[in-house]
Every structure is written in C-alpha cells, then in structure tokens.
C-alpha cells in the first residue's frame, strides 16, 4: 500500500523560510515523478512544483518561481519543497502527490498525502 506522509509546515512570518518534507512508501521511490500541490479551503488544488523520477526535470509553478526549489532524494524515498521569502498568500495545506511523469495537472497524480498546513502571517 502506497502511503505519503508530509512534514515540516507550521506557523512563520512573512519573508521566512520552511522546508517540507515527504516520505513514500509502499512502492519503487525512483519509478516516479513527485509534485507538491496546495489548497486552500473550499478552492481547489493548485500546482506548485514537480519533480521527474531521476531529478534531472522539474516544473514550477509562476507565483513560487525563484523562492521555492523541488527536490528528491531516492536513496531516502523522499520529496521535498524548499521554500523561501514566503508570503501571506502561500498560506495553505500542502499536499505531495505521486505519479508516472512530473506533470502539472492534478490528475496526473495517483496517489496523495494528507497534507501539511502552511501558515503565513504578514
């Protein structure tokens, strides 16, 4: 059974900086692209950034250019999202997904975690 597991959210002030975590199991780490999603209530999931299986690709998108950085580590089955000069507005729950190619539409994606809650007061 696929399980994602994600970390590293909390509560920070606007220009500083998290770092999330996700960790998989359940299947061949390295055989899939990640993705990191995020959704406020009632909005639906928008994409953030994604990652292809080897790490060579990776997809962000236009509001987090430049101050989050996607990254992997299949030695440790783990995804994770680096981000920086955060602002009020990437105040959500953070979801990572796993799926064939890092693509940016959530369909993409067959398997989910339950989140981790980012909050950023301004």
């Known amino acids: 059974q696929v399980q994602l597991v994600e970390s590293g959210g909390g509560l920070v002030q606007a220009g500083a900086s998290l770092r999330l975590s996700c960790v998989a199991s359940?299947?061949?780490?390295?055989?899939?692209?990640m993705g990191w999603f995020r959704q406020v209530e009632e909005q639906g999931r928008e994409f953030v950034a994604a990652?292809?299986?080897?790490?060579?690709?990776?997809r962000y998108a236009d509001p987090v250019k430049g101050r989050f950085t996607i990254s992997r580590d299949n030695a440790k089955n783990t995804v994770y999202l680096q981000m920086n000069s955060l602002k009020a507005e990437d105040t959500a729950t953070y979801h990572c997904?796993?799926?064939?190619?890092?693509?940016?539409?959530?369909?993409?994606?067959?398997?989910w975690g339950q989140g981790t809650q980012v909050t950023v007061s301004s």
């Open positions: 359940g299947r061949t780490f390295g055989d899939y692209a």
């Open positions: 997904a796993q799926g064939i190619t890092a693509v940016t539409n959530s369909v993409g994606y067959d398997y």
């Open positions: 990652i292809s299986r080897s790490g060579s690709v990776t």
